[in-house]
């Protein structure tokens, strides 16, 4: 809500560039430019069960998979991954902030 004195909120966004640990760089995807933006302003997007997500953090960090199942009571959901070495692997209770949806160009 204060990036941007609220210009930007609930407008959808790619990472395209870790600059530090805490800091990104943005592509804006409705309104279109680059931005740089503190993780603390950040928000996951959590797809339908069945939909592609993208592992972030931890162990399988850049592995894609499928959502299937969500635990809103623990923040965490259940992804099975879909290509790769370790394909078929679930991964359980991975907390929201470690994937998000999927964007496909």
């Given at each position: 809500?204060?990036?941007?004195d609220?210009?930007?909120?609930?407008?959808?966004?790619?990472?395209v560039?870790v600059?530090?640990?805490?800091?990104?760089?943005?592509?804006?995807?409705?309104?279109?430019?680059?931005?740089?933006?503190?993780?603390?302003?950040?928000?996951?997007?959590?797809?339908?069960?069945?939909?592609?997500?993208?592992?972030v953090?931890?162990?399988?960090?850049?592995?894609?998979?499928?959502?299937?199942?969500?635990?809103?009571?623990?923040?965490?959901?259940?992804v099975?991954?879909?290509?790769?070495?370790n394909?078929?692997?679930s991964?359980?209770?991975?907390p929201?902030?470690?994937?998000?949806?999927l964007h496909?160009?």
């Amino acid at each position: 809500k204060r990036l941007g004195d609220g210009k930007y909120y609930k407008e959808k966004a790619v990472v395209v560039e870790v600059v530090d640990r805490y800091l990104g760089k943005l592509k804006m995807l409705d309104i279109h430019g680059m931005i740089k933006c503190d993780q603390e302003d950040l928000e996951t997007v959590i797809p339908q069960i069945g939909g592609r997500v993208q592992i972030v953090n931890g162990a399988y960090r850049g592995e894609v998979g499928v959502l299937q199942s969500v635990n809103t009571g623990k923040y965490c959901a259940d992804v099975k991954i879909s290509q790769g070495p370790n394909r078929g692997v679930s991964v359980q209770e991975l907390p929201y902030e470690d994937f998000s949806k999927l964007h496909v160009e």
